[in-house]
């Protein structure tokens, strides 16, 4: 038998309880012990719930407890989850975890010191929710060098484009739906800004390229920007428009990105639509893989934090190895990266259009019907500081600007 505590009885902490309860025959058959949840930390208090009995408010109680060797911590944010994550890594007892700002932050500490115990610290659920991709990138992929991943890490703004392409509706009311269904938080800005898949992307190039990737360091834009009329070009243009995390290996560097990106519908990932997340890893030698489902959700992300219970389980005592070394790997500047893009103008005089044609040599012009005050430009892949500098010597109205898969 193996003791285990859960850190907050929050959604996921409630679905990580019921999946083992619910399956505790295939979960103690698949860990080759008996998985027993003997603490709930939580502050709260939940009369006539099932784990009334082993609620516990006091985590050094848990730490203390050498009975106890494995910690679940899907408390979410950083604090108190780091010092909690880090104390019981240094008593030598595995965690796991679902929390994505965790990891971004200190992934690559915590996963040393789980080396130096003979102790684990996995993360499965921090990425995906219930898609396995971080065990793919350790284990499954280890003979490739990555050059690239890309992928729509985050299932709330997906559904907020997929509806906006699919009903017409604009981004203001398609949000107020979001919330509605639960899909969106009240305070949505780490999904609509990028900043959630940010870090999500963060953690799977520190994993593919084994050098510390700063969330930080990494150019993040929203969708809050991207309106009904954009929409419409992506269609005349048999495109979509998704909000993509991308990473791609250029020597000793990586171009890496989290922004709105048009894409043909031709593309896989065009066609992964409402709360669904699709992760693109292209390898050396496995050429393109792909990993597709639910990325959230309470069930689906328990079922990723159970499953790293069940491998801390079948590991204790001994460090399964995870490269990520704390060396941080260089970021190619934003401007130095090559793009394709889609630039609306506002028409300013019947010139606008030869003038902008003129300094984007070579770009293709695309106009709406029904949008005859504007028009737009496909430009020829180039610097993204050169087209910046040309709209700034150009000085024309800019409505949108949107980069387009290449």
Same mark, same amino acid.
């Given at each position: 038998m193996i003791d285990i505590a859960i850190l907050g009885y929050g959604t996921v902490g409630s679905g990580v309880y019921e999946v083992i309860k619910n399956n505790q025959e295939i979960v103690d058959r698949k860990s080759g012990k008996h998985i027993n949840?003997?603490?709930?930390l939580d502050l709260r208090k939940f009369?006539?719930?099932?784990?009334? %009995?082993?609620?516990?408010d006091d985590f050094e109680k848990i730490l203390n407890d050498e009975d106890v060797k494995i910690v679940a911590e899907v408390m979410g944010g950083v604090e108190p989850a780091y010092t909690f994550a880090k104390k019981a890594l240094l008593k030598g007892k595995s965690v796991v975890t679902s929390n994505k700002e965790l990891v971004a932050s200190h992934g690559q500490e915590l996963i040393a010191i789980a080396a130096t115990k003979k102790a684990n610290f996995l993360f499965e659920a921090s990425v995906g929710g219930g898609i396995p991709i971080i065990r793919p990138l350790c284990s499954s992929l280890t003979a490739d060098c990555i050059l690239e991943i890309k992928g729509i890490l985050n299932g709330t703004t997906n559904y907020i484009l997929t509806k906006m392409a699919y009903e017409g509706s604009g981004f203001d009311e398609t949000l107020k739906e979001a919330q509605a269904l639960g899909y969106a938080e009240k305070d949505p800005t780490n999904d609509i800004e990028g900043? %959630?898949?940010v870090r999500k992307l963060a953690i799977l190039s520190s994993l593919a390229y084994k050098k510390t990737v700063d969330f930080?360091?990494?150019?993040?834009?929203?969708?809050?920007k991207i309106t009904k009329t954009d929409i419409e070009y992506a269609k005349a243009l048999n495109s979509t428009i998704k909000l993509i995390g991308e990473s791609r290996l250029k020597g000793d560097k990586i171009d890496a990105k989290v922004a709105p990106l048009m894409i043909k519908n031709t593309h896989p990932i065009a066609m992964v639509n409402g709360v669904f997340n699709a992760i693109f890893i292209n390898g050396d030698m496995s050429g393109d893989t792909m990993y597709y489902g639910s990325g959230a959700g309470k069930l689906p992300t328990a079922s990723a934090v159970v499953s790293d219970i069940i491998d801390a389980a079948r590991h204790v005592g001994v460090n399964?190895?995870?490269d990520w070394d704390d060396e941080k790997m260089p970021i190619i500047p934003l401007g130095d990266t090559k793009v394709c893009a889609m630039i609306r103008f506002a028409k300013k005089d019947a010139k606008t259009e030869e003038r902008c044609v003129a300094a984007f040599d070579g770009a293709d012009i695309i106009r709406l019907?029904?949008?005859?005050?504007e028009f737009a430009l496909l430009t020829k892949a180039q610097n993204e500081s050169d087209i910046k500098a040309i709209l700034e010597k150009l000085g024309e109205e800019v409505l949108s600007f949107i980069r387009m898969e290449g």
């Open positions: 949840i003997k603490y709930v009369s006539g719930d099932p784990v009334e %009995d082993i609620l516990t900043f %959630d898949s930080r360091d990494i150019y993040t834009e929203g969708i809050t399964i190895r995870i019907e029904g949008h005859e005050g």
